[in-house]
């Protein structure tokens, strides 16, 4: 079995509520990080426009590809949009919070890789036709049976959200392709921008995504030789 779906079987059961507490913290902790880097950019761009990013770029706040970032979604234009999508992204994800996804999966071993291993397992983006990321990458398990090789392929993710070249795939892989749905199709953007935050949050909770949660997790699952 792979290392995490084994470890997770081995050491979930001694998940105590401290370490959900910690856990939560530590997540809040990264949210902030990426709201405090990015909407003093937003403001600086919405009030005077590409001006206020120049200006941010002069002062050394900005580099190069961040600055290319804005310029592009100031051609509003959809490969302008998807362009300073990606290049949005990857700061986010491989520099303000990439060392503290490291820090989340080694802390308090081997209980915080099972934690980002679960939220790997259940934490399927709300962003519309997103896959569940054991849909995405999906486990496949090797045996003899027999005399016969045969592998089971699952629903279980066969990657870490912790693991920055792992998660950087499925977000390049999957959902930057929704995110250019969304560019593309009006009606769904609206649909899906138009929605009160409340019914985000409670469509999101556990209990309202257990069928959805139930499919991904037991409609991929087959014997191949």
């Known amino acids: 079995m792979p290392a995490d779906l084994r470890l997770l079987a081995t050491a979930g059961t001694r998940l105590s509520a401290e370490d959900i507490v910690w856990y939560r913290a530590r997540l809040m902790i990264m949210q902030k990080h990426i709201f405090t880097d990015l909407v003093p950019i937003r403001e600086a761009y919405v009030a005077p426009g590409l001006r206020g990013i120049d200006e941010l770029y002069a002062a050394g706040v900005l580099d190069d590809d961040m600055r290319t970032a804005w310029q592009s979604l100031a051609t509003n234009t959809c490969d302008g949009s998807v362009d300073a999508l990606i290049r949005m992204i990857d700061p986010e994800q491989n520099q303000v919070i990439a060392d503290q996804w490291d820090a989340i999966s080694a802390g308090r071993a081997p209980i915080g890789r ?22 995405f990458a999906s486990t496949v398990v090797r045996a003899d049976v027999a ?79």
Do not use: M, Q
């Not at 934490?123 to 519309?128: E, H, I, S, T």
């Open 114 to 135: 099972v934690l980002t291993y679960v939220r790997t397992l259940f934490g399927k983006p709300a962003v519309p036709g997103a896959r569940a990321p054991g849909v």
């Open 147 to 225: 005399g016969r090789s045969l592998a089971l392929r699952t629903s279980l993710p066969d990657f870490n959200w912790a693991d920055r070249d792992s998660r950087w795939t499925y977000i390049i892989g999957d959902l930057v392709p929704r995110h250019v749905d969304l560019e593309t199709d009006p009606a769904l953007a609206a649909a899906a921008l138009g929605e009160s935050f409340g019914a985000v949050l409670a469509r999101g909770r556990v209990v309202a995504r257990l069928p959805d949660l139930l499919a991904d997790l037991t409609a991929h699952w087959e014997i191949v030789e």
